[in-house]
């Protein structure tokens, strides 16, 4: 069978680029996109966005959806279960985005317990006819590929990954994503990358390899060793905007990954905090995000106990102020063979 243009020129978007920045709700917002798209990441993806009535969402949804100025593409992630609103999904997010819309990709891996109670996200694997009719309902709606991520199976016995992504590409999806765990297994256990082999035998449009890429590293050995096309970085994204070019070096150049200095993530935090205050602004997240970037510096659960308290720019600002001029003392005392100072509040 000859791959569809819409396949085709996935293709050579994954051969430019074969790390994706996976969806990631209340993760890949534009500020994550822009400091990771600084560093190398191309395809990025929205959090995943309800279709129930996006159309006429408030502007507060469609902040979800839409990508900030820098931003010169975007995939979109639709979750739901009624095939006549992704129709009206697809056709609201081509006029909202314009000319940046990459794809649309459809979640058919959600395992969260409000979602598949609905019977959307991961549930579609045990309704492969509505998972069906979803499918064609938005292709026939749409003028960019349509996408889909789905799971090993839903339950583990399933394991109907392989049989499922054939299913989909009948019903005209331009490339699948796998996630390789089954949904009752939420984020816990091993990915099971045999199960992207599978699917990658079972379909000619390309396959996404996602589950447990934590580096650069991973990501280059997922491409080589599997039958993706391409491979979706996740939490590996955690405190490490650079992965995307990190790892395009090393699978295409054979380039090593650098080491960071700690005074290179502080400033890597501080612009991720500038762009979270101007673009979102939800400096709740921006919490969560300076917890990863102080993974592994001296003294880190002490400052990860004052991030916390932390709730407006200036504050995580001056914080992070206080942060560098710790670390560089603690690194110039360890560089020199003496013992690491103690933290500053509790010298
Ligand atoms: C916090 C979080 C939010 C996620 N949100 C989504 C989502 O909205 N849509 C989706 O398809 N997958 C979502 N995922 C799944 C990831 O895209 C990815 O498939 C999964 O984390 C496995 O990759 P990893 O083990 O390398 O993290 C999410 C994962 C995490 C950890």
Same mark, same amino acid.
């Given at each position: 069978?000859?791959?569809?243009?819409?396949?085709?020129?996935?293709?050579?978007?994954y051969?430019?680029?074969?790390?994706?920045?996976? $969806?990631?709700?209340?993760?890949?917002? $534009?500020?994550?996109?822009?400091?990771?798209?600084r560093?190398?990441?191309?395809?990025?993806?929205?959090?995943? =966005?309800?279709?129930?009535?996006?159309?006429?969402?408030?502007?507060?949804?469609?902040?979800?959806?839409?990508?900030? /100025?820098?931003?010169?593409?975007?995939?979109?992630?639709?979750?739901?279960?009624?095939?006549?609103?992704?129709?009206s999904?697809?056709?609201?997010?081509?006029e909202?985005?314009? /000319?940046?819309?990459?794809?649309?990709?459809?979640?058919?891996?959600? $395992?969260?317990?409000?979602?598949?109670?609905?019977?959307?996200?991961?549930?579609?694997m045990?309704?492969?006819?509505?998972?069906?009719?979803?499918?064609?309902?938005?292709?026939?709606a *749409?003028?960019?590929?349509?996408?889909?991520?789905?799971?090993?199976?839903?339950?583990?016995?399933?394991?109907? *990954? *392989?049989?499922?992504?054939?299913?989909?590409?009948?019903?005209?999806?331009?490339?699948?994503?796998?996630?390789?765990?089954?949904?009752?297994?939420?984020?816990?256990?091993?990915?099971?990358?045999? =199960?992207?082999?599978?699917?990658?035998?079972?379909?000619?449009?390309?396959?996404?390899?996602?589950?447990?890429?934590?580096?650069?590293?991973?990501?280059?050995e997922?491409?080589?060793?599997?039958?993706?096309?391409?491979?979706?970085?996740?939490?590996?994204?955690?405190?490490?905007?650079?992965v995307?070019?990190?790892?395009?070096?090393?699978?295409?150049?054979?380039? %090593?990954?650098?080491?960071?200095?700690?005074?290179?993530?502080?400033?890597?935090?501080?612009e991720?905090l500038?762009?979270?205050?101007?673009?979102?602004?939800?400096?709740?997240?921006a919490?969560?995000?300076?917890?990863?970037?102080?993974k592994?510096?001296?003294?880190?659960?002490?400052?990860?106990?004052?991030?916390?308290?932390?709730?407006?720019?200036?504050?995580?600002?001056?914080?992070?102020?206080?942060?560098?001029r710790d670390?560089? *003392?603690?690194?110039?005392?360890?560089?020199?063979?003496?013992? =690491?100072?103690?933290? %500053?509040?509790?010298?």
């Amino acid at each position: 069978m000859a791959l569809s243009e819409y396949s085709t020129r996935l293709l050579g978007a994954y051969a430019e680029q074969p790390f994706l920045m996976a $969806p990631m709700a209340g993760v890949t917002d $534009p500020a994550y996109r822009i400091m990771c798209r600084r560093r190398g990441a191309h395809l990025a993806y929205s959090e995943m =966005v309800s279709v129930a009535g996006l159309a006429y969402a408030s502007n507060k949804t469609w902040r979800l959806v839409l990508p900030a /100025d820098e931003e010169q593409q975007i995939c979109v992630q639709l979750f739901g279960s009624k095939p006549d609103q992704f129709a009206s999904a697809v056709a609201a997010v081509e006029e909202r985005v314009g /000319d940046r819309l990459s794809l649309i990709d459809i979640n058919m891996a959600c $395992p969260a317990r409000k979602v598949v109670t609905k019977g959307e996200g991961s549930a579609l694997m045990r309704t492969p006819e509505l998972a069906e009719q979803i499918v064609e309902a938005a292709v026939g709606a *749409a003028h960019v590929p349509v996408t889909v991520k789905i799971r090993k199976g839903f339950y583990a016995e399933d394991r109907n *990954a *392989a049989t499922f992504a054939q299913m989909l590409e009948g019903a005209g999806a331009a490339a699948v994503a796998v996630h390789g765990r089954c949904a009752t297994q939420l984020y816990t256990g091993q990915a099971d990358w045999s =199960v992207v082999d599978e699917v990658a035998d079972a379909v000619e449009i390309p396959v996404i390899g996602s589950g447990d890429v934590f580096s650069a590293e991973d990501a280059a050995e997922r491409l080589r060793s599997s039958g993706a096309s391409a491979v979706f970085i996740a939490r590996g994204i955690y405190g490490n905007p650079w992965v995307f070019g990190d790892a395009r070096a090393l699978a295409l150049d054979g380039t %090593p990954v650098p080491v960071r200095s700690s005074v290179e993530r502080l400033g890597a935090l501080r612009e991720h905090l500038t762009l979270t205050h101007e673009l979102l602004p939800l400096m709740s997240r921006a919490r969560t995000y300076a917890s990863w970037y102080l993974k592994g510096m001296p003294h880190a659960a002490a400052w990860r106990a004052q991030v916390v308290r932390c709730s407006t720019y200036e504050e995580f600002m001056a914080l992070v102020d206080d942060i560098e001029r710790d670390v560089v *003392a603690c690194e110039a005392a360890l560089a020199a063979g003496e013992s =690491v100072p103690a933290h %500053p509040l509790e010298a």
